[in-house]
Structure formats: C-alpha cells, structure tokens
C-alpha cells in the first residue's frame, strides 16, 4: 500500500467529515436546547439536498448561490415544524416528542418518494480540482469544507457575540430562569429549531455538490450524525465538529484497508464502544 | 394603592392544593419581608405571583392590571422581576452574560452599561469575576450575581425567594445592605423571601407571616418583631 493513497483517502475523509459535522450539529443543537432528540433530522437532510438540487437544475443558478437560499428556507421550515410538531410536546415526556419528529420523518419521505421517487439524483456541477503533487483534491469537495468551517464559524459568532446567540444559550441552560428574565422562551426555542433545521438543511445542500442523492439518503447521514453527536458530546456543537471529522477520517481511511462494507461496523462499533466507555463523549456534554 | 396585591389566590401542584386564599399588598417603594417555616407555601406563593404556578382561583393585580394569566416573560416585561430560589443562575455562561440576560426588559436593555456600572458598583466582587464562568463560583458569589442579574433588569418590583439561604452572616448582612440601599436609592419595591426572621424583620417595614398556605400574621415589621406569638415561633424568645 502507498502512502500517497492514505493520505490523499485521509483528506476526502476529512473534508467531507467537516460537512458530516454541519449536519451533526443541526442535531446536537436542538437536543442541548430542548432536549428533543429530532428524528426528522435525514428528511431534512434531503430537502436540503434536493432544494441545491432543483434550484441549480430548473433555475440554473449556482449551488453555492443555491446555497443560501437553502439555508433560509431551512430556517422557516424549522420554526413551522417546531411549531406544528414540537411545540405542544416540549414538556411532555421524551417519548412524545421523538414520535411527533418521527411523523414529520414519514411525512417528508413519503411525498419525497411520490414526486422523486427514490432514484438517484446528481447535481451536475464541478469545479476545478486543486492538484498539490501528492494528492489530487475535488474542488467541490475543497469548497463544501471550507463552507462548513464558515458556517461552524458564523454559528459560534451568533451564539457568542448576539443577543439572540446568548438567548439560545441561556434558554439551553435554565429555561425557567430565562423566562424570569423576560426571555421569551417559546420564540427562542422556535428559533432553535429553525437553526437546527437550517444546518442539517445546509449539510444536506453541500452533500448534494459533492455525492449523488436520492430522497432516503438523509437517513444515511441521519444516522451519522447521531453517532458524531455521541463522540462530540450531546448538546456540544464544537464537539460535534470535531466528531464529524473522526468520522470523515474512518471513512476515508477503511476503504484503504479493508472491503467498504465495513465502514458502517466500524462506525458504529464505535458508537457503542463510546457509549459504554464515555458516555458524556470525548468532549462532555452539557449539564441537564 | 398597592404596586403589587394578591387576592384570595389558590394554587398548588397536581391534585395538591399548598396556597389557601393568600391576600397580599406590596406598596410601593417599601421593604415587605414574608417569612414563615419550610413548606408554609412561599416559594408556593412567588411561582404564582411571577406566572411560574398558574391560579387556580383569585388574582395577582400588578401596578394597576390583571396578571393573573400573563407567562413570566410577559411580567418581567412589565418590571416584576423574581429571583428564584437556588439562584437558577446561567451556570454555563459568564457573569457578564448572566447580567446581559437580566437585562432583557426593553426598558432596561437600553440603560445596560449604566446598570452594569451600577451592579459593579454595589458588588465589586463580581466586577472582578466578568469573565468567569458563574458555576464555577462560590456560593455567596453567586447570590450576589443572582440578585444583581435581577436589578439589571430594572424592576418596579424585585421579589427575592431565600436570599441568605447558606450564606455566611457577613455576606447576608452584605446583601441585605446591597436591598437597602437600592430601596432607598432607587425606589426599588422589594418583597423578600427569609428563613432568617430576625434578620428580615429588621431590615424590612412591612412583614406577613405565612403558615400551612395562609396569612397568619402581618404588620409593620416592628410591631410583628414584638407580637408574642410570632417571638415565640420564629425568633424562639
Ligand atoms: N413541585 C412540587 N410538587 C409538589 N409539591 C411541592 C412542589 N414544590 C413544593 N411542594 C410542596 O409544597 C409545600 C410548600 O412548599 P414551598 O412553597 O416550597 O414552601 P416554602 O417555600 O415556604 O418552604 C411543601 O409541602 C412542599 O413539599
Ligand atoms: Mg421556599
């Protein structure tokens, strides 16, 4: 084996485990605010991806530009569900809330299949690839990381530098006490949801320039996130960064090693195995 | 009138009823201490006055209107500012956070730095501890911060639950002398919660002693400092 494949496996993995981190924290978000573990998570992985998808198809606008129209949608369509599914559940018990997220799941798949049905779909765009002697980079692929570093950036500026950044925070922390203070909790949870939404919504869209889609693949990276969520530490969206990359990493480099369908085991082999040895992940979680 | 007045309220948890007719009048620009023993209703009594406990009967009138059904944020808008029992601080975000939360209020949010210099002024300990994370510190620290987060919201009335509640005397004899002055200083109503009766009495002008979730005693503090019943119940004379 020679080094050069490892290493170039090693940076695909990398630059797509910054995307898988994206989505996670959509995931992870959520949770640390409300603690509503979102199983419409995939379903709006796939709007995402689709939204990229028809946009640059039918309009014949860039995906990037695509992008952030993706991104604002998601932030509607995340305080509608919020307010449709989850808001009359929020104090009842966790059972309640991973079915009402569950309905959304089935409801956004089964119109998905009825107009996509669940063939494969390619967003027919590239851009040129970065060629450093070694290793030979796709420079969608370049592009989708350092989006999701940008946007992993602007998320941390607006939860640190905004007020509305700090009422999120706040809320995650004491709900009771931040409506003592005048915040209003129902609005900021909405909010929440509807960052959650336009992360794992954005992910979705990066995917899309990078791999090819149909409408059941967001429950792949469903089940990614949840695993990145448990290394990085629910409720820690750094963490999560950070777990995508781990998980970006093994993708990228069992192939090297052994047969692809491995890469599932693998993964969440080590989910267990971090459930089992350091439950609050690599990074803690937050206090409950 | 009164700034704040509970009429004949009932209230409890569940099927449980704890709060049985409780009538009370906070006048405006006064110190109102409630005292009572553990599980008499107070902290009972302050969920259903800021919105926390839904009425079941009677009403909470604050400042002239009908709160009776407002959620807490919707007061805290209107200046009825608590700070809970066990503090409830934003224990992951800093100190300076935890004030900049206390000042959501829009009537407060645009006088922030003045009542930042305010609260830095009245605790310098937590002038020293901006950047700190606020669980990370002492007890008494963080009651500082808890009563400080609620003057940053500039109250009309600012109800404290338990303020000396496993604090040393010298740092409750600080904060009492923290209320006073704002009270004095400022105008601040303030309807405080204590265990320490003797010390409550003293500071304040109006007191109620409550018991099994009812009114049992009230009048200026001076006059419940020297009701027989009262010195032999609470201050053990
Ligand atoms: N969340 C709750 N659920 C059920 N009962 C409660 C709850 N909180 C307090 N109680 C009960 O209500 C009574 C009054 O409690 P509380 O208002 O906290 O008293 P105080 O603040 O005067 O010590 C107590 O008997 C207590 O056990
Ligand atoms: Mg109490």
């Known amino acids: 084996m020679n080094l050069d494949v490892l290493i170039a496996s090693a940076v695909d993995g990398l630059l797509i485990g910054f995307v898988y981190g994206v989505a996670a924290m959509g995931l992870t978000l959520i949770f640390g605010v409300m603690d509503v573990i979102n199983l419409a998570h995939g379903p709006l992985i796939a709007i995402g991806m689709f939204g990229v998808y028809e946009i640059f198809t039918y309009v014949g606008m860039n995906p990037y530009l695509a992008l952030i129209i993706v991104a604002v949608v998601g932030l509607a369509v995340g305080v509608l569900v919020y307010f449709v599914a989850v808001h009359r559940v929020i104090d009842a018990p966790p059972l309640s809330s991973l079915l009402s997220t569950f309905s959304v799941n089935m409801m956004i798949i089964g119109v998905g299949t009825a107009i996509l049905t669940t063939s494969a779909y390619n967003v027919d765009f590239s851009l040129p690839s970065l060629d450093t002697g070694p290793i030979t980079v796709t420079g969608t692929r370049l592009a989708a990381a350092l989006i999701a570093v940008g946007v992993t950036a602007l998320l941390y500026a607006f939860l640190y530098r905004t007020r509305s950044g700090k009422y999120i925070r706040a809320v995650a922390n004491n709900r009771q006490a931040a409506e003592l203070m005048g915040i209003p909790s129902t609005r900021i949870l909405a909010l929440a949801f509807g960052i959650g939404t336009m992360l794992a919504m954005t992910a979705g869209g990066l995917i899309a320039t990078i791999l090819p889609i149909n409408i059941l693949a967001g429950g792949t990276y469903e089940l990614k996130s949840f695993v990145i969520v448990v290394l990085g530490g629910l409720g820690n969206p750094l963490g999560a960064l950070v777990g995508g990359l781990i998980l970006g990493l093994i993708e990228g480099l069992v192939p090297v090693f052994m047969k692809t369908t491995w890469v599932p085991v693998l993964e969440f082999g080590l989910f267990i195995l971090i459930l089992l040895v350091m439950p609050q992940g690599l990074f803690g979680r937050k206090e409950s | ?237």
Do not use: C
């Open chain 2, 1 to 237: 009138m009164a700034l704040l007045e509970v009429k004949d309220l009932t209230s409890g948890y569940g099927e449980l009823q704890i709060l049985w007719g409780m009538n009370l009048e906070v006048e405006q620009g006064k110190l109102t201490a409630l005292v009572g023993s553990n599980g008499a209703g107070k902290t009972t009594l302050l969920r259903a006055i800021v919105g926390q406990l839904f009425p079941w009967q009677g009403t909470v009138t604050f400042d002239g209107r009908d709160v009776s059904k407002l959620r807490p944020y919707t007061k805290a808008e209107l200046g009825l500012i608590m700070v809970p029992e066990g503090r409830q601080l934003f224990t992951d975000m800093t100190v300076q956070e935890n004030l900049e939360m206390g000042a959501t209020p829009k009537h407060s949010r645009i006088h922030m730095d003045r009542n930042l210099a305010k609260v830095f002024d009245l605790f310098p300990r937590l002038r020293e501890r901006a950047k700190q994370t606020a669980g990370t510190m002492s007890g008494g620290e963080q009651q500082m911060l808890a009563v400080a987060r609620g003057i940053m919201s500039e109250p009309k009335i600012l109800i404290i639950d338990e303020l000396s509640l496993g604090l040393a005397p010298v740092l409750t004899l600080d904060l009492f002398q923290a209320l006073r002055r704002l009270q004095r200083e400022e105008g601040t109503t303030i309807l405080l919660v204590e265990q320490n009766v003797r010390m409550a009495l003293k500071v304040s002008d109006y007191a109620y002693v409550v018991s099994e979730g009812k009114v049992d005693f009230h009048g200026p503090s001076s006059e419940v400092e020297n009701n027989p019943a009262v010195r032999e119940a609470y201050l053990g004379i």
